[in-house]
């Protein structure tokens, strides 16, 4: 068999084409005449029936573009007769319509089932193919042309064709039937009614005509068309985001289960929404005490977390004593106002201790279990070991273990054998990831039968005590900590703790541990969220030494040497610069009639009224260790004061060149800026505003494009991002390269001049929201700022009153239902902003509703529902949230 292949492309010099089959580690150069006509020839042995494949351009240099991969050409070999397959292609880069090839479109929403090309017959065939990504799930393509072969434009004689491929429709024809070798036709878009098929939608551009070139017996060409285009209008859908662990049932155990999602599936489904949202679901079990429950923590991106697993699920004890027992205590745990998180997670583990007693041995005997460890086991067999290590040892700082300080590969045989000691130690950790999966695959398959999609949640780090980091610490830098710089949660920045990453290294293998990670998380979601996108280009790093986010900088940028600094206009005085600002006009600002107490426990006179910081107390976490268990008011002032005086420098000094510099980050609102001279104050703004936000912008668009294309393309799952906080202008151009959704937040809006974002310009492929799990709900914010409120009142919904406080339902309906007429692909609203619309089902305290406090690295992360989702169905919310939905066209 021979297949040659076609393809017009405009090359440069030096570029040269391949045809990449895959699954054949083989690629195979086309040659080209004119560097415009490429043409490659192959001779396939065996038995080959498809072949999936793709084209690249590369130079000496290495690659320089690729098709778009995650849905490439197919060719089938299904003509009976063929000899020879001449295939006329087209290059594809991503689509703007690239959303609608998502499973979220073609699992969940659009579903459709594809079929394999039926084998023809024919001594010549005419295989047309195109791509119809516009359809929903109940329409399907055909063609219409302008002989008796192609339907004589007749509608009830139309082709039906074939989708093989996700949104990609093909048919063959018998080339001896085509009239003097021309084809003249359009594609049509069908439906049945009433059990017959009829055509909506015709194609309306014009006809299209292809001259068929001369062909012998057993040949095959093979055209692939410009996607066909018709009057369907862009789908938008409506959902709700809610963590899983706030989800309450009259079944759960105190905390959210993977059954309770599926119950929470219903609730979207029967309200005309079509995504459920939630927050990450990995494990992140450091200490087993309540500060586990910051579930963007993770110590393991494969690893789900225990208290997830639906106890209903799973067989009961037999132990009736102590069945009754753990009744008796989950209806406690579950009567609660919020989540106990130690009590909740105690209970399960020993639930579960007890049930893998009874029903383990059978259970990792199965061949379910077998299949799952098999798929699992390269990230499996070292969770288990870290989990054994860190509850045996007490602490999950693998610094301080005896033994094992770092993962052994060699002892991965002896922890994958059953019956060996060391399985033992860690079967139990499997035998709960095994449930785990196994009702989280469940709840998925659930949601997409009821066309729902489930959006996940990708945390941009990982704990620096978790399990990735001790089986793989080449990929992380631990001398360092990654948060984010100022903005509206947060005026000292957030310091997460976790440690950056080693890029160097990721993208040296082709970033296998993303890819790993966003390939396992497709087995439960159908859409995600990149947590803080802007990592990708450039993490905002703080030294070890900081507890604030204020002394970090951007990593990787261009830091800047003495001499660009004054090329400003600001002469640059380093020490000045570059250690803590301390006089005594400071001093009596920031600490009042303590400030003489300051000086004489922290501080050493330097000269005039300058001080600086005695050694024992020059750094935050030397401050933060010596106020250790010190919580009065005044202890916290001083505290935190001395805190400020550490931050208050005009310039950061670059981590890797002593020799550069970076602005310190809002540094405009500190002492060292107010000190200097009016002129100095201009020069360093302009420094200031070309370093944040111009003069990095090409070099942080290279950094993104070195690992996010890969991400993005792993999957077939949708990509949003949450791309919010100090923006540099290049995450735009990666999000329009890359077709990812952005985020909208109305009361965040991206465009610096404005005050309120204005709904209507939101592009499509957005998602639109009101507020996020770090932000006051509506109801809150709508009373935390009178003025700010009265203007959005005022501006945005054009009401001259006096805006009223608290909110009312009528209002908060107001809003939601703007919301939900915006252009935005989707709409998400968290479940209490839905509520709000309702003043007899929203919760009676607004302050209690509030998931996370941004501001506070030690926010015990513990909100739930205030009623079961059977209470929640039973409601007139089903019906109020499916009017709006319906109302607005969702």
């Not at 993104?704 to 294309?709: C, D, E, I, V």
């Given at each position: 068999?021979?297949?040659?292949?076609h393809?017009?492309?405009?090359?440069?010099?030096?570029?040269?084409?391949?045809?990449?089959?895959?699954g054949?580690?083989?690629?195979?150069?086309?040659?080209?005449?004119?560097g415009?006509?490429?043409?490659?020839?192959?001779?396939?042995k065996?038995?080959?029936?498809?072949?999936?494949?793709?084209?690249?351009?590369?130079?000496?240099?290495?690659?320089?573009?690729?098709?778009?991969?995650?849905?490439?050409?197919?060719?089938?070999?299904?003509?009976?007769?063929?000899?020879?397959?001449?295939?006329?292609?087209?290059?594809?880069?991503?689509?703007?319509?690239?959303?609608?090839y998502?499973?979220?479109?073609t699992?969940?929403v659009?579903?459709?089932?594809?079929?394999?090309?039926?084998?023809?017959?024919?001594?010549?065939?005419?295989?047309?193919?195109v791509?119809?990504p516009?359809?929903?799930?109940?329409?399907?393509?055909?063609?219409?042309?302008?002989?008796?072969?192609?339907?004589?434009?007749?509608?009830?004689?139309?082709?039906?064709?074939?989708?093989h491929?996700?949104?990609?429709?093909?048919?063959?024809?018998?080339?001896?039937k085509?009239?003097?070798g021309?084809?003249?036709?359009?594609?049509?878009?069908?439906?049945?009614?009433?059990d017959?098929?009829e055509?909506?939608?015709?194609?309306?551009?014009?006809?299209?005509i292809?001259?068929?070139?001369?062909?012998?017996?057993?040949?095959?060409?093979?055209?692939?068309?410009?996607?066909?285009?018709?009057?369907?209008?862009?789908?938008?859908?409506?959902?709700?985001?809610?963590?899983?662990?706030?989800?309450?049932?009259?079944?759960?155990?105190?905390?959210?289960?993977?059954?309770?999602?599926?119950?929470?599936?219903?609730?979207?489904?029967a309200t005309?929404?079509?995504?459920?949202?939630?927050?990450?679901i990995?494990?992140?079990?450091?200490?087993h005490?309540?500060?586990?429950?910051?579930p963007?923590?993770?110590?393991?991106?494969?690893?789900?977390?225990?208290?997830?697993?639906?106890?209903?699920?799973?067989?009961a004890?037999?132990?009736?004593?102590?069945?009754?027992?753990?009744?008796?205590?989950?209806?406690?745990?579950?009567?609660?106002?919020?989540?106990?998180?130690?009590?909740?997670?105690?209970a399960?583990?020993?639930?579960?201790?007890?049930?893998?007693?009874?029903?383990?041995?059978?259970?990792?005997?199965?061949?379910?279990?077998?299949?799952?460890?098999q798929?699992?086991?390269?990230?499996?067999?070292?969770?288990?070991?870290y989990?054994?290590?860190?509850?045996?040892?007490?602490?999950?700082?693998?610094?301080?273990?005896?033994?094992?300080?770092?993962?052994?590969?060699?002892?991965?045989k002896?922890?994958?054998?059953?019956?060996?000691?060391?399985?033992?130690?860690?079967?139990?950790?499997?035998?709960?990831?095994?449930l785990?999966?196994?009702?989280?695959?469940?709840?998925?398959?659930?949601?997409?039968?009821?066309?729902?999609?489930?959006?996940?949640?990708?945390?941009?780090?990982?704990?620096?005590?978790?399990?990735?980091v001790?089986?793989?610490?080449?990929?992380?830098?631990?001398?360092?900590?990654?948060?984010?710089?100022?903005?509206?949660?947060?005026?000292?920045g957030?310091?997460?703790?976790?440690?950056t990453?080693?890029?160097?290294?990721?993208?040296?293998?082709?970033?296998?541990?993303?890819?790993?990670?966003?390939?396992?998380?497709?087995?439960?979601?159908?859409?995600?969220?990149?947590?803080?996108?802007?990592?990708?280009?450039?993490?905002?790093?703080?030294?070890?030494?900081?507890?604030?986010?204020?002394?970090?900088q951007?990593?990787?940028?261009?830091g800047?040497?003495?001499?660009?600094?004054?090329?400003y206009?600001?002469?640059?005085?380093?020490?000045?610069f570059?250690?803590?600002?301390?006089?005594?006009?400071?001093?009596?600002?920031?600490?009042?009639?303590?400030?003489?107490?300051?000086?004489?426990?922290?501080?050493?006179?330097?000269?005039?009224?300058?001080?600086?910081?005695?050694?024992e107390?020059?750094?935050?976490?030397k401050v933060?260790?010596?106020?250790?268990?010190?919580?009065s008011?005044?202890?916290?002032l001083?505290?935190?004061?001395?805190y400020?005086?550490?931050?208050?420098?005009l310039?950061?000094?670059?981590?890797?060149?002593?020799?550069?510099?970076?602005?310190?980050?809002?540094v405009?609102?500190?002492?060292?800026?107010?000190?200097?001279?009016?002129?100095?104050?201009?020069?360093?703004?302009?420094?200031y505003?070309?370093y944040?936000?111009?003069?990095?912008?090409?070099f942080?668009?290279?950094?993104?494009?070195?690992?996010?294309?890969?991400?993005?393309?792993a999957?077939?799952?949708?990509?949003?991002?949450?791309?919010?906080?100090?923006?540099?202008?290049?995450?735009?151009?990666?999000?329009?390269?890359?077709?990812?959704?952005?985020?909208?937040?109305?009361?965040?809006p991206?465009?610096?001049?404005?005050?309120?974002?204005?709904?209507?310009?939101?592009?499509?492929?957005?998602?639109?929201?009101?507020?996020?799990?770090?932000?006051?709900?509506?109801?809150q914010?709508?009373?935390?700022?009178?003025?700010?409120?009265?203007?959005?009142?005022?501006?945005?919904?054009?009401?001259?009153?006096?805006?009223?406080?608290?909110?009312?339902?009528?209002?908060?309906?107001?809003?939601?239902?703007?919301?939900?007429?915006c252009?935005?692909?989707?709409?998400?609203?968290s479940?209490?902003?839905?509520?709000?619309?309702?003043?007899?089902h929203?919760?009676?305290?607004?302050?209690?509703?509030?998931?996370?406090?941004?501001?506070?690295?030690?926010?015990?992360?513990?909100?739930?529902?205030?009623?079961?989702?059977?209470?929640?169905?039973?409601?007139?919310?089903?019906?109020?949230?499916s009017?709006?939905?319906?109302?607005?066209?969702?």
């Amino acid at each position: 068999m021979e297949v040659i292949f076609h393809l017009d492309y405009k090359t440069s010099y030096g570029e040269e084409l391949y045809v990449n089959v895959v699954g054949d580690s083989q690629k195979y150069i086309m040659h080209t005449p004119d560097g415009l006509h490429w043409v490659a020839q192959l001779k396939l042995k065996g038995d080959v029936s498809v072949l999936d494949y793709f084209y690249s351009v590369e130079t000496s240099d290495g690659l320089r573009a690729v098709e778009w991969t995650a849905e490439t050409h197919r060719l089938e070999l299904s003509a009976v007769h063929a000899k020879c397959y001449r295939v006329y292609d087209r290059w594809m880069d991503i689509p703007e319509d690239s959303y609608l090839y998502s499973s979220a479109f073609t699992d969940c929403v659009n579903h459709r089932e594809k079929a394999a090309v039926e084998r023809n017959n024919y001594a010549r065939t005419v295989r047309l193919k195109v791509r119809a990504p516009q359809l929903r799930s109940d329409e399907y393509l055909a063609l219409s042309g302008a002989t008796p072969l192609l339907g004589d434009w007749q509608e009830d004689k139309v082709l039906p064709m074939t989708e093989h491929n996700y949104n990609e429709w093909i048919i063959d024809l018998d080339a001896d039937k085509c009239a003097d070798g021309r084809l003249e036709f359009k594609f049509v878009a069908q439906a049945l009614k009433d059990d017959r098929a009829e055509v909506r939608f015709w194609e309306t551009d014009m006809n299209r005509i292809i001259t068929l070139p001369k062909m012998a017996d057993g040949d095959v060409v093979v055209y692939e068309l410009d996607q066909a285009f018709f009057p369907i209008s862009n789908r938008r859908m409506a959902g709700t985001l809610i963590p899983v662990f706030s989800l309450r049932s009259q079944s759960s155990f105190g905390v959210g289960d993977f059954g309770d999602l599926r119950k929470m599936v219903d609730f979207v489904s029967a309200t005309r929404q079509r995504v459920l949202q939630v927050l990450p679901i990995n494990d992140t079990t450091i200490s087993h005490r309540w500060t586990d429950s910051y579930p963007y923590s993770c110590i393991s991106i494969f690893a789900l977390h225990p208290q997830y697993v639906d106890l209903t699920q799973l067989p009961a004890l037999k132990d009736k004593k102590r069945a009754a027992h753990f009744e008796a205590l989950r209806k406690e745990l579950n009567a609660l106002a919020e989540i106990d998180y130690e009590r909740v997670n105690a209970a399960k583990n020993e639930y579960l201790h007890e049930l893998f007693v009874q029903e383990g041995d059978k259970a990792l005997k199965s061949q379910a279990f077998k299949t799952f460890f098999q798929e699992v086991e390269e990230w499996l067999v070292p969770y288990g070991q870290y989990c054994y290590l860190r509850d045996k040892n007490g602490t999950a700082d693998f610094s301080q273990w005896p033994d094992h300080r770092v993962w052994d590969e060699k002892e991965r045989k002896s922890l994958s054998t059953p019956d060996t000691a060391a399985w033992k130690n860690v079967a139990f950790y499997y035998y709960v990831q095994f449930l785990l999966s196994t009702q989280m695959e469940a709840a998925h398959d659930y949601a997409r039968q009821k066309h729902v999609i489930l959006k996940g949640d990708i945390p941009i780090g990982v704990n620096r005590h978790g399990c990735d980091v001790w089986m793989e610490s080449n990929y992380f830098n631990l001398n360092g900590q990654a948060g984010a710089p100022p903005d509206d949660f947060s005026v000292n920045g957030q310091n997460w703790g976790f440690p950056t990453y080693n890029w160097e290294a990721m993208i040296a293998d082709g970033c296998r541990w993303w890819v790993r990670r966003f390939q396992n998380m497709q087995k439960y979601f159908d859409a995600y969220r990149i947590d803080h996108v802007l990592g990708f280009f450039r993490i905002w790093e703080i030294p070890i030494h900081a507890v604030h986010g204020l002394l970090g900088q951007f990593v990787p940028s261009l830091g800047m040497t003495r001499e660009e600094i004054e090329s400003y206009g600001l002469h640059f005085q380093e020490e000045f610069f570059t250690k803590p600002f301390i006089a005594d006009w400071v001093l009596d600002r920031i600490f009042h009639e303590h400030a003489q107490e300051v000086k004489d426990t922290y501080l050493n006179h330097l000269h005039d009224d300058i001080w600086e910081m005695k050694p024992e107390y020059d750094t935050q976490r030397k401050v933060e260790a010596a106020f250790e268990g010190r919580t009065s008011e005044k202890d916290i002032l001083l505290r935190d004061g001395l805190y400020a005086l550490i931050s208050d420098v005009l310039f950061v000094r670059d981590r890797n060149d002593s020799n550069k510099f970076h602005p310190r980050i809002t540094v405009q609102f500190d002492f060292i800026y107010e000190a200097l001279y009016d002129s100095d104050k201009a020069a360093f703004n302009r420094l200031y505003n070309d370093y944040y936000y111009r003069r990095n912008n090409l070099f942080w668009y290279g950094e993104a494009m070195k690992k996010l294309p890969r991400l993005v393309n792993a999957t077939r799952m949708l990509v949003c991002a949450e791309d919010l906080g100090m923006v540099p202008a290049c995450v735009a151009w990666v999000m329009q390269e890359l077709r990812i959704l952005s985020l909208e937040i109305q009361s965040m809006p991206k465009d610096p001049n404005v005050r309120f974002g204005l709904l209507s310009a939101n592009p499509y492929r957005s998602v639109s929201t009101i507020s996020t799990h770090d932000m006051p709900t509506l109801r809150q914010w709508w009373d935390e700022d009178m003025e700010r409120s009265q203007a959005y009142y005022t501006t945005m919904l054009y009401r001259d009153s006096i805006a009223p406080h608290p909110m009312p339902g009528w209002l908060a309906n107001d809003i939601v239902y703007r919301h939900l007429n915006c252009p935005s692909m989707l709409c998400i609203l968290s479940l209490q902003d839905w509520l709000a619309v309702d003043e007899q089902h929203r919760h009676p305290n607004a302050d209690a509703e509030r998931i996370n406090l941004p501001s506070n690295p030690h926010h015990y992360w513990r909100y739930r529902m205030h009623f079961s989702i059977e209470e929640l169905m039973k409601s007139s919310m089903v019906q109020t949230i499916s009017e709006m939905v319906e109302g607005t066209d969702r």
